[in-house]
């Protein structure tokens, strides 16, 4: 079946650590999403890309790098310039071309500070 | 600016009752909207859309939403609900073809026995 698949579940960061989590689509979606999720905010857009090698800085881009070197792969790097990273991290692609095309999402990472 | 605006962070209903969560949006073009829940540490799953046609959409586990378009609302129903919708609701809605959802803060729906 087609879909979002993130890893890992669970990612501790040490202090001064950088930390990359794993995106992968089979949908062949051109369109992938990164968010962040607080208690209480919401889904909040870090980065998104339309294309391949390339890619626009969400609402909280600051401390977060992301790279899009093939279609089916959206990495998102936690650097050590962002102080607050734990929270729930949701990775989401669409197929694009149409507005009333909806998001698909993974099932998210959690990330905790050791 | 669009925007997407849930009044109600938290709602209890009794397991049996019927069920409304609130949604406006501000968006000037024709919107297209969703409805996504959300159970503990998982992903969202899509409940239904809205894009054109008649008002009022079906999605899966029994939701239904109403387009209004004077009151710039979409708001989700279930007439009946059951212990295991106890999760968290997020409306959506789209903009440009390719970019990213704008997504309401949610709302929590706890179901009482």
Known sequence: ?114 | AQSVTQPDIHITVSEGASLELRCNYSYGATPYLFWYVQSPGQGLQLLLKYFSGDTLVQGIKGFEAEFKRSQSSFNLRKPSVHWSDAAEYFCAVGAQAGTALIFGKGTTLSVSS
């Open chain 1, 1 to 114: 079946d087609g879909g979002i698949t993130q890893s890992p579940k669970y990612l501790f960061r040490k202090e001064g650590q950088n930390v990359t989590l794993s995106c992968e689509q089979n949908l062949n979606h051109d369109a992938m999403y990164w968010y962040r999720q607080d208690p209480g905010q919401g889904l909040r857009l870090i980065y998104y890309s339309q294309i391949v090698n390339d890619f626009q800085k969400g609402d909280i881009a600051e401390g977060y790098s992301v790279s899009r070197e093939k279609k089916e792969s959206f990495p998102l790097t936690v650097t050590s310039a962002q102080k607050n990273p734990t929270a729930f991290y949701l990775c989401a692609s669409r197929k694009t071309g149409a507005q009333n095309q909806p998001q698909h999402f993974g099932d998210g990472t959690r990330l905790s500070i050791l």
